[in-house]
């Protein structure tokens, strides 16, 4: 079972491009979520969705943007990229919603750089 | 909102000891609190959780506690052993449902 599946693994961009983060998962979860993880801040929930067709933001939303296409893949988009946005990358999927305390599963990460 | 506190930020034991890694938090309506572990290179993945409800939980070498009152819930590893070194991260569920994540504990068991 591949769980949740991010692309690409390592990312550089110059300040002001742009590029989507991918994310599916294969475990027909309901919830999706994207955070990003600093050095000395945990993780940070910048977007989520709690079923196909929805988003919500979360902690850190500014400069992205999110899209549920479907109810595997959950992309992250940063419109023009900013050195304050280097950083890891992580999705993750549960199986019901947010008002249900269940696990969370989480992809290996992307690890962005913005110069 | 909700603010989780994790301390310390580095712990280095020796093998066969154990660790203990603590957190806060602030909103009084939190009521569910897991603890991740995450490994080099890797996505963090679930150790152990712990329901408002429950003052305590095991899993094997594994405990959490929970002080409701003094909003405080901690990690306990018995019997320490090198493949527990790794990055430790506390969680707490606050009222608007999102899981606010503690900075991190990175474990060191030193052979």
């Known amino acids: 079972n591949a769980g949740v599946t991010q692309t690409p693994k390592f990312q550089v961009l110059k300040t002001g491009q742009s590029m989507t983060l991918q994310c599916a998962q294969d475990m027909n979860h309901n919830s999706m979520y994207w955070y990003r993880q600093d050095p000395g801040m945990g993780l940070r929930l910048i977007y989520y969705s709690a079923s196909e067709g929805t988003t919500d933001k979360g902690e850190v939303p500014n400069g992205y943007n999110v899209s549920r296409l479907n109810k595997r893949e959950f992309s992250l988009r940063l419109e023009s990229a900013a050195p304050s946005q280097t950083s890891v990358y992580f999705c993750?999927?549960?199986?019901?919603?947010?008002?249900?305390?269940?696990?969370?599963?989480f992809g290996s990460g992307t690890q962005l750089s913005v110069l | 909102g909700e603010n989780v506190e994790q301390h310390p930020s580095t712990l280095s034991v020796q093998e066969g000891d154990s660790a203990v890694i603590k957190c806060t938090y602030s909103d009084s309506a939190s009521n569910y609190f897991p603890w991740y572990k995450q490994e080099l290179g890797k996505g963090p993945q679930l150790i152990i959780d712990?329901?408002?409800?429950?003052g305590e939980k095991k899993d094997q070498r594994i405990a959490v506690t929970l002080n409701k009152t003094a909003k405080h819930f901690s990690l306990h590893i018995t019997e320490t052993q090198p493949e527990d070194s790794a990055v430790y991260f506390c969680a707490a569920k606050d009222s608007s449902y999102k899981l606010i994540f503690g900075s991190g504990t990175r474990l060191l068991v030193r052979p």
């Open positions: 712990i329901r408002s409800n429950v």
């Open positions: 993750a999927s549960s199986e019901a919603g947010l008002t249900t305390n269940e696990k969370l599963f």
